[in-house]
């Protein structure tokens, strides 16, 4: 029922299948992560769930009904907005750490320098 006045109407051509058999042909293969050759009969001709998946994607149909679900439950106060990310347990990439490093030694980086008249006592 949130999903029916999003989904587009077939204006012309020969009937298309179910749209809650193929919906949740859909909602299978993103789960099982089965391909889309291997989707089982019950859910109707795996091209036509594929296709109507790649169609419902273009028009934002899913983005749509995300937005429709994320706004009904913060109105029914079932989202807590609040969020805190904690820095020592994010993991940064393997290769995040020798970025510093190109480009020379940082071995004089935390030499202090005072401003002096003679160049010869830096």
């Known amino acids: 029922e949130l999903l029916a006045p999003l989904i587009p109407n077939a204006s012309r051509g020969r009937p298309r299948a179910e749209d809650r058999r193929v919906v949740n042909g859909m909602v299978y293969k993103i789960r099982t992560g089965v391909s889309w050759r291997d989707l089982p009969e019950r859910y109707g001709p795996w091209k036509s769930v594929y296709t109507r998946f790649r169609r419902y994607a273009i028009d ?3 983005t749509r009904a995300l937005q429709q679900i994320q706004a009904r439950a913060d109105a029914a106060g079932d989202i807590d907005w609040l969020v805190q990310i904690d820095s020592t347990i994010v993991r940064a990439h393997q ?4 970025t510093g490093r190109k480009g020379g030694s940082t071995a004089r980086t935390n030499r202090t320098i005072t401003p002096s008249a003679d160049p010869e006592e830096a």
């Open 95 to 98: 290769h995040a750490a020798a």
């Open 60 to 62: 934002g149909v899913f």
